[in-house]
């Protein structure tokens, strides 16, 4: 059975712990009983959902769908109702979410096994293994799989996967439940995917219109509850993983400025094309000391590749401090003991200390194994600065002589992405290269949004057009919006006004919202 909880008053706090604060009222979705058919689960969470915001609209409240709490900006705040809209710890749909498969019937495509229809509450790494179970994986995704699949896409996750754009690229349909009586099945009339039928027994109208969808797709919790998400998904694959200490040189930034990836694997130390790539950076001391580079090689299509799936211990140098085995693994590996985090701490030589090279070869994963758990040893700040591809050297070299001098408290990361999806989408730009600052939280150290603010200021003085990730911290405000996004702002908020109509945009929101512009 699907239910929502009402626990009453509570003190809340995000993943990061970046939000905490009183809430009046802190729900969460449950199932109590195996789930029953694809139509029936949906149309019972969907019909709860509805009755969850008419009783808000009597009360006079707010309604803030939080998923699982990752983001680090007031994308998870509010006051008066916080819902937790995720699969939980335990219960019967815990592993794997809430994910089925498509049956011919239901769609409009000859390749119905590519489709799966998800839950919004199923988090990344419970639909990574449901997905692996049918021999099927997600085309890209975040760098680790804590986020719900409403939310990863709703602030518009985009991983290192080249050519992938981000998560929200392969979502077919979505189903919003948009107030009591008001149920939508939202996609492209460009890209017509299901049968009408299966939005009828949903519960759903059906609405196909190609700039409602992109404009749902990074809907920042403004569009309505995500009840389902329809994504398109790929034959399970295995890549092998090449990570290697190595330097970089401004003929480095170059290739990547030119999109060189194959070139720029070689400079790592293997001459392929890699699937994915990032290389995390010493701002303190970029060209020499050696730069950590993590790639990714799909090999799908070499079926004698020789793998072992259940042989990877990879270590993640990114967000984490810290190691992330495999889920199998996690019982049976020895914790590794926290690092002394004090004033001197030097967060690049302690990752390259934890940092572990490998050949191809010598480890390999699914996509879903190589974006596993997160393991913190450390509360962190994150901050990411989008910029078009082609200026991505000058932007590297003046975000470096900005924060040149300041504590060794951060490391910049670097990820392409390419063609992302999504009205508002914050890599915006047709070939971006994203720069993310990764350091300690701001109860250790002030150093994270001292080194942000130095950032913004010079790409801004030196003419670079950037975009925040909506995710993350870095300073996000009215201003930032209107001047990156333009009329887009403005579709996207008409878009926002026909999917939810008067009332319930005033329940249906959340204070970031209304501090950018947007609400």
Request: net charge neutral; aromatic share 6%.
């Amino acid at each position: 059975m699907a239910l929502i909880i009402e626990n009453g008053a509570r003190d809340w706090r995000n993943y990061h712990g970046s939000v905490a604060h009183r809430v009046q009222q802190l729900a969460e979705t449950r199932f109590d009983t195996p789930p029953g058919t694809m139509t029936e689960t949906l149309g019972a969470m969907g019909r709860a959902l509805a009755q969850l915001l008419g009783r808000a609209r009597v009360r006079g409240e707010t309604v803030n769908a939080i998923g699982s709490g990752w983001s680090f900006t007031d994308l998870v705040a509010g006051t008066d109702v916080l819902l937790g809209l995720r699969v939980g710890d335990g219960g019967p749909c815990s592993d794997q979410g809430l994910v089925w498969p498509v049956a011919p019937g239901q769609c409009r495509i000859a390749e119905p096994e590519r489709l799966a229809m998800v839950w919004g509450g199923t988090r990344i790494g419970q639909l990574n293994r449901a997905l692996a179970a049918r021999g099927r994986s997600l085309r890209t995704s975040g760098s680790h799989d804590g986020q719900t699949l409403a939310g990863a896409i709703g602030t518009g996750v985009h991983g290192g996967a080249h050519a992938q754009g981000g998560i929200q690229n392969h979502v077919r349909g979505l189903h919003i439940v948009a107030g009591p009586g008001r149920s939508w099945w939202l996609e492209r009339r460009s890209d017509p995917v299901i049968a009408d039928g299966l939005a009828v027994q949903l519960g759903a109208r059906l609405l196909r219109d190609d700039r409602l969808f992109d404009a749902a797709l990074v809907h920042l919790g403004g569009m309505g509850l995500i009840n389902a998400v329809l994504i398109d998904t790929v034959p399970l694959f295995i890549c092998d993983v090449l990570a290697a200490l190595a330097p970089i040189t401004p003929d480095w930034l170059a290739l990547l400025a030119a999109g060189d990836w194959c070139a720029l694997a070689r400079a790592a130390g293997h001459d392929d094309d890699p699937y994915f790539m990032e290389v995390t950076i010493d701002p303190a001391e970029p060209f020499r000391q050696p730069a950590m580079h993590t790639l990714y090689f799909n090999r799908a299509d070499d079926p004698g590749c020789g793998c072992a799936l259940d042989d990877l211990l990879l270590n993640d140098p990114l967000n984490g401090l810290g190691q992330a085995p495999p889920a199998e693994k996690l019982a049976a590996a020895t914790p590794a003991p926290a690092p002394a985090l004090g004033p001197d701490i030097d967060v690049a030589a302690l990752l390259r200390a934890q940092f572990k090279p490998a050949r191809p070869g010598e480890r390999w994963g699914t996509w879903g194994e190589l974006n596993g758990p997160h393991q913190p040893l450390a509360p962190l700040y994150n901050a990411a600065f989008a910029v078009p591809r082609a200026r991505v050297a000058e932007a590297v070299q003046a975000a470096l002589a900005a924060v040149a001098g300041l504590p060794r408290h951060f490391v910049f990361t670097l990820r392409a992405v390419d063609g992302a999806a999504g009205t508002l989408a914050f890599t915006r730009f047709a070939e971006t290269v994203v720069i993310n600052l990764d350091g300690l939280g701001t109860s250790l150290s002030p150093v994270g949004p001292m080194a942000a603010a130095a950032v913004r200021a010079a790409l801004e003085g030196a003419g670079i057009p950037y975009g925040l990730h909506w995710g993350k911290l870095g300073g996000i405000d009215a201003a930032k919006v209107a001047a990156d996004f333009g009329p887009a702002r403005g579709a996207w908020r008409s878009a926002r006004h026909r999917l939810l109509g008067p009332a319930m945009r005033q329940i249906i929101t959340n204070p970031a919202l209304a501090a950018w512009g947007l609400d």
